[in-house]
């Protein structure tokens, strides 16, 4: 594979897309209709004056309307920058601004955008005075036309991080990239032309983009593709491609796992058959023990194997995958003794593997992500980015030909170094026999007494006390003065959770920590276009006095604390 386009020659016209559609099938549509979709999008950007590696950002809502248009970008020798849908946002006003925000870092020579978001980017090219607005259905009316495709541009993707530690980031995707880095989860994951793929994860995201959707086409398998609304809505829709059509390979995060194993009933699966599901990924957040054990009793009496279970990294910095635990093989977990200290040994007081029971459910133990794909490598480095021995806690730093060139901005970023040595990811972890073990956010810990606390694993943890639900909680950390303080927002109107939840911070930190505790009301939690906890947000308001919700334990502060 040269590039991610190199299918297009070899358009199948018996695999393809089944999208899903409002009630209850799927439509199919095969490669040879989506590449032909593909040129005419092609020719509506040439006819609107795109020049050969021009940015197009893609402002497009509906899943079967963005495959064509992020194709025809690149077959058009443009480089797409996808954006976020408004799933995540909470009013227009908000995700106007977001839009504007992406646009003045990606500078998009034109925005093409479909009929219902076509104001909102009419709105934010008259404020950038920048890019010109183009509404995608106007492609349906050009024939197509083989002069419509231009020679890949050398910067494949402008891929916006999700902004979990701050604003979203354009991270330089390069041809060469994209195409190593879906030959490594080919290689990792074993495809071939048996297999066939679901996906609801979102197509502007890493995951969703790389993992299924280019992973799908450059293998010319089937894709069983629906939106992260329809999942939300019905997620036995997402059963249904592998219990009954066959799917063999999906990812989700663990939040997917979790919700389905507590939506679905185990008479909703009368008749299904998950024997041939060998690979369900789970990655893009902190993998609970207890999520996998429920959903993998949920479907065991029909044929699903919890060996097909593939807890794996990434980051957009690295195009998407990093490692990967192999599928058929049962992911590891530890449970740590004490804290973690950078530079300093870990020490497992606890081994089990991922799908089987755990001492005090798994809230506690920690999922290996396992060892490098094909293609990259992975060490631990200490602060000064000097590596550290197996065993030793530290920062991730990733090398190999997936590795991005760095950003579009010019503004640096200290949570993410790209260094001659690789890139520092600004995630903490460490490997245990060549297999990597993520804990969190370097930005999202504090240091008591030397150990680190980071947020994951106080959220892990507070999810456990009854009243606090899985995902519906939050905890921000930081320091003003020689202080250090715990913000804990649960999205819960139950009450008899609090004395719980202080009990949970109390343990991981100690007396001279300041504890503040805010009940908020359900969608209260600021979260990126990935649906995680905006940590940093949290932080910023709890510093400038804002109101998050109501305080009930500590004391918001009544002006502005520094530090």
Known sequence: MHTVLDWLDHAADDRGIHFSDSGTGWSFVSYTTLAGEAHQVASLLHAHGAQPGDVVSLLVSEVRDFAPAFLGTMLAGLTPAPIASPLTFQGNDRYTEHVTDI????????????????EIAEKSSTQLDGGSAVLLEGSAELSIEDSARRAPADLGLLQFTSGSSGTPKGVRVSQDNLAANVRSIHEWLGITAADSCSSWLPLYHDMGLIGTFLGSLTAQIDLWLMSPLDFVRDPLRWLEAHGRHGATVTTAPNFGYGYTAKRVRPQDLEG???SRWRVAMNGAERIDPRA???????????GFRTTAFAPCYGLAEATLAVSGVTPGTRARTVRLEGGLHTGRPVVPTGRGRLGTAHPDGGANWLTSCGPAVPGAA???????GAPLPEGHFGEIRVRGASVASGYRSSVPDASSNFTDGGLRTGDSGFLLDGELFVVGRVGDSIKVRGRKVHAEDLETALTVIDGIPSGRCAVALGTTGEAHHVVAVVESGEAGWLDGALAVVRAATDDTVRVTVVRTARGGIPRTSSGKPRRRLLWRRFQDGEAIGEVVHGTAPATPVTG
Request: aromatic fraction near 6%; charge should be negative; avoid cysteine.
């Open 378 to 384: 992975v060490d631990i480095v200490d602060e000064d």
């Open 103 to 118: 646009l003045k870092v990606a500078e998009p020579a034109l925005i093409l955008s479909d009929a219902s978001l076509s």
């Open 272 to 274: 299904m058959d998950f």
């Open 292 to 302: 996998a054990a429920a959903f993998g009793a949920l479907l065991a009496p029909h």
